[in-house]
């Protein structure tokens, strides 16, 4: 369980912070970038959620509070690298069935959609563009996590892996989604349009 009592600690001033075995690092690690970028897309969730509040979108708004729940997960799983050591409790770790239900979810969206003929500008539907906001901001925290399992010593989980990769496609396709179903469907890259 946690318990904030107090929000400042002072214990980072001096640029370091704890990971969820009691490990100080710098904040400046990666895996605290990678962790942190998988909060920043929360935070980019929590603004395409305020879109997507009208009854025709309602069923993606569960989906995408459910997703909110889940990066913590993700963050939780990043912040007790597995290391072989003994811990007090059982880390949190992203489960199969997690990014299971976003490939089942993204099949789901994208049954009505049409095939795409050209690549597709984050643009349309309000929901639409902040989706794609937050598919690249996903993308950035799965290259920073992938760049962290790369690392001597720094394990990832596999599932947090997979999870964030497929959460990204999953952010791709309810932008579209959401353009065909409360927008004018996409909007089409020309390549050249305007030289």
């Known amino acids: 369980m946690v318990v904030l009592n107090r929000i400042y600690t002072r214990t980072g001033d001096k640029g370091e912070t704890a990971l969820g075995s009691g490990e100080r690092v710098s904040k400046a ?5 990678a ?3 998988v909060d920043e897309t929360n935070a980019c969730v929590g603004v395409a959620r305020l879109s997507t509040t ?3 979108l309602m ?3 569960l989906m995408l509070m459910r997703i909110q729940n889940e990066l913590f997960d993700l963050g939780a799983d990043l912040c007790v690298p597995d290391r072989g050591e ?3 409790y059982e880390p949190l770790r992203i489960l199969p069935k997690q990014y299971e239900r976003l490939e089942k979810e993204i099949d789901e969206l994208n049954a009505d959609l049409s095939p795409l003929r050209s690549f597709v500008l ?3 539907h309000a929901a639409a563009a902040q989706l794609h906001m937050c598919r690249t901001v996903c993308r950035r925290a799965e ?3 992938v760049e962290l399992a790369a690392q001597d010593n720094e394990p990832v989980s596999e599932g947090a892996i997979a999870y964030i990769n497929r959460l990204s496609d999953f952010f791709f396709v309810a932008s579209r989604w959401v353009n065909a179903k409360a927008g004018n469907g ?3 890259w020309v390549p050249g349009k305007t030289r």
């Open 143 to 145: 290259r920073l996590i």
């Open 35 to 37: 962790y942190g970028t």
């Open 86 to 88: 003994k811990l007090d």
């Open 186 to 188: 996409d909007v089409l």
């Open 29 to 33: 690690s990666l895996r605290i970038a």
């Open 54 to 56: 009208r009854d025709d």
């Open 59 to 61: 069923k993606l708004d």
């Open 122 to 124: 984050p643009a349309g």
